[in-house]
């Protein structure tokens, strides 16, 4: 039964601030891998406006190609806008890729929000495609914003993404863990409620009711907010994972990006059935939604055990590296 203090030497923080710095420089994408992206979406453009001109078909990038959180591996996550009920059913779309020479072209009609997935041989880049989810370019520009208002939002981000990739617990579709844009709402969040705060609440900035919709995004007038807190990235992802390790309660609170703050599961009616017994993270512009409830309890115990094991070898002294190699099954 040791105890183990949770806490780092100055010396240790530093090391690990530099460290960060190191790995954050690696995964940067190059200008090449954007330049492939922008070369993507206007082939995909094309392509569907040949086969169906007149129906005002745009094609929309989110997620990480524009939030400033991707690496040049991550997948390419596009919106089709088009006022056109043609496009309804993603087996149409599918079969437009397939002719057009795409890869594993797969639909995934049933999902909450029905994609067709696929990967282009030429470009090397995998797609995520949806039709008509505007949700997610709204919530995309959110996430941009956030990162946008201090500089240490995006290497702590882009780590942590690292690591949660590393150890497979980056997979809500499949693997039952938890979507990197669930994980990035954890971080902004705890980056709120850091005392001075790091991040602040958008939701709750000039917000008289104006709606599910809004956040603040004039992120000029905001510059140097996160100034009054001076800690380290060492120090921050420290603290993140103490938080998530022994600190956060797992049984009664949920994230609240856009309250920045801790809410109750009874509050929200979220203490029963699946939610009871899951990680809790709400959907900043849909709070009926606990984007955790891809984790069953089997893997937030797993994600639990991942935070104890991150914050020993930090505090044991172990680097970044070695902390993220890969997982292995024994
Ligand atoms: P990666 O680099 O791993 O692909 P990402 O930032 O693209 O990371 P994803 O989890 O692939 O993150 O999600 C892409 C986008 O889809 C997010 O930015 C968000 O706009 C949207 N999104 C993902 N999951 C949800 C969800 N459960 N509810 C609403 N929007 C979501
Ligand atoms: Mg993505």
Known sequence: NSFIPYFLEP????????????????LLPKKESHDRRIKFVKLMD???NTEWPDHDIKAHVFGSSVNDLGTSSSDVDLCIT????????????????????MQHVVCVPRAKVPIVRLFDPELQLSCDINVNNTLALQNTKMIKAYVA??????????????WTKQRLLNDAANGGTLSSYTWTCMIINFLQQRQ?????????????????????????????????????LGGLLFAFFRRFAVEFDYHTQVVSVRQGRY????????????????????????????????????????????????LEMLIAGEDLETICAPYRAM
Request: proline share 5%.
């Open 82 to 101: 088009t006022p056109w009920n043609g496009l309804r059913n993603v087996k149409t779309l599918a079969k437009l890729f397939r002719k057009s020479g």
């Open 196 to 232: 001075p705060p790091v991040l602040p609440v958008l939701h709750h900035i000039e917000n008289e009711n104006k709606g599910e919709d809004y956040f603040f995004d004039n992120v000029e007038k905001l510059k140097g907010f996160g100034a009054a807190n001076q800690e380290s």
């Open 149 to 162: 208002l201090d500089p240490r939002v995006r290497p702590l981000i882009m780590i942590i993404k690292h």
């Open 11 to 26: 010396q240790q923080e530093d090391n690990i601030s530099i460290d960060m710095i190191k790995l954050y420089q690696e």
């Open 46 to 48: 094309r392509l569907m």
């Open 263 to 310: 809410l109750l599961k009874t509050e929200k009616g979220w203490d029963t059935g699946r939610n009871k017994m899951s990680l809790c993270v709400e959907e900043p512009f849909n709070v009926s939604r606990n984007l955790g409830n891809s984790a069953d309890i089997a893997s937030v115990q797993g994600l639990r055990c991942e935070f104890q094991r991150f």
